[in-house]
């Protein structure tokens, strides 16, 4: 068994270690390859890895490469976690928008739509390798915008990928503090996208728990890259579920837009301070643990989700997990060939979606099928290159649609961007 991690160097890759030396017993690791095309942060997680490896005695084969069909040979299951353009691209991404009036952020809007682009256009060289020397693979991946760069995979390649992402599991977690039991033992159900969808019910042994939660006053967890937004009571009566906290960003735009104007740093900026604080500490070989401080830099609960997806798959034993997969029919307003975040059961041929037993509100619906028509428009431009495409899915983004500011805001962004868009190049 051979697991691939592309973008190894990311500060989030020992979380893998961690989930993959809990199922020590259940899945037998024969080899974990690492590649990034930063050379030297590869080393340096790649070694601190291999130390935590080590000092819970597993001496799995660590290969670290910046070799992309080296790492993709042969592999297994293939994560992939690549930031395209690195921090610096996230923090423009972040404070261009702003200049215009539009909220900056990593996964959705302006910002979350040039992420997309870099990062579809990185995939396309991924996806070919994968089809070339891997093609019964499965590729996890937790890339941003998640959902929109496993619709590319499915839509334009022959790779088998199911997105993820650990807003549910952090949801689960939340869920089953508050009832008292594990999250693992409880099954989701979701109808939504990427980073806009809403937790209808949660159920324990059968019984749906949900309510005993929303009377308890929980609004759910707020991400680590966000500020909490406490959720009008009367809001939250109209939802009747658990939202994710990257809706704040639609129910609360006028807010958050200041309060991100009003910030002395970026998330993407205070990220970037994280991550070289987190460098230093995996440098020093005399540490063999993953530190508390990682908890600063987001993604709870990541490597658990990735893990336990690849558990589910490996092992055939027919676990729930939400992930991202094509809708075929089980949100009845969005379109088959879709890309949702739904519950499933995961065996070895993959995600079974479960049929959805509520509803959610028509003020919701809309949002979703909004915000779905910008994500197969974002794809489109990512493939095509066409700037007429650009312009459809801004205009179609419920936090953007005011051509005055899209126009300058895309040239300034394209500008920044230019070297990770060759196909945009006039």
Not at 102 to 130: D, N, P, S, Y
Not at 135 to 157: C, D, M, Q, R
Not at 262 to 280: D, F, S
Request: include cysteine.
């Amino acid at each position: 068994m051979k697991i691939t991690v592309i973008g190894a160097g990311s500060s989030y890759c020992p979380e893998i270690a961690m989930g993959l030396i809990q199922r020590k017993e259940i899945m037998q690791v024969d080899e974990i390859a690492l590649m990034d095309i930063d050379e030297y942060k590869l080393q340096i997680v790649g070694n601190f890895f291999q130390r935590i490896m080590k000092n819970h005695g597993l001496n799995t084969k660590i290969t670290i490469t910046s070799d992309l069909q080296e790492a993709v040979k042969n592999a297994d299951f293939i994560i992939t976690q690549i930031r395209v353009g690195k921090m610096d691209a996230r923090i423009n991404d972040e404070k261009i928008p702003l200049k215009y009036n539009l909220i900056g952020q990593e996964t959705t809007g302006i910002g979350g739509f040039f992420c997309a682009l870099r990062t579809i256009e990185a995939m396309e060289k991924i996806a070919e390798t994968i089809e070339q020397f891997s093609p019964n693979a499965w590729l996890i991946n937790f890339a941003n915008p998640s959902g929109i760069v496993t619709e590319y995979f499915l839509k334009h390649t022959k790779v088998k990928a199911i997105g993820l992402c650990n807003v549910p599991i952090t949801i689960a977690e939340t869920i089953g503090d508050i009832v008292g039991c594990d999250y693992h033992d409880l099954q989701l159900e979701s109808i939504g996208l990427n980073h806009l969808s809403y937790i209808t019910a949660a159920y324990l042994d059968g019984k749906d728990v949900l309510e005993q939660v929303l009377k308890s006053g929980n609004q759910g967890p707020t991400m680590a890259n966000m500020k909490r937004i406490e959720i009008d009571t009367d809001l939250l009566r109209l939802i009747s579920a658990i939202p994710s906290s990257y809706l704040g960003y639609y129910n609360y735009r006028s807010k958050k837009l200041e309060e991100l104007k009003n910030e002395k740093l970026t998330r993407g900026e205070e990220c970037k301070l994280i991550e070289e604080k987190l460098m230093e500490y995996y440098s020093n070989e005399e540490n063999i643990e993953v530190p508390e401080m990682l908890n600063e830099r987001g993604g709870h609960l990541y490597s658990e989700a990735a893990v336990s997806l690849i558990e589910s798959l490996h092992t055939n034993n027919h676990k729930p997990h939400v992930v991202n997969v094509c809708n075929r029919g089980v949100i009845p307003f969005l379109l088959d060939d879709d890309v949702v975040e739904v519950s499933c059961f995961i065996s070895r041929d993959g995600a079974e979606s479960v049929p959805l037993t509520k509803n959610i509100s028509p003020a919701s619906k809309s949002l979703m099928q909004s915000v779905k028509l910008y994500e197969r428009l974002t794809v489109q431009a990512a493939v095509t290159g066409d700037k007429d495409t650009v312009y459809e899915a801004l205009m179609a983004h419920p936090l953007i649609g005011d051509f005055e500011k899209i126009k300058p805001a895309v040239e300034e962004m394209l500008q920044v961007n230019i070297e990770y868009l060759p196909k945009f190049k006039v």
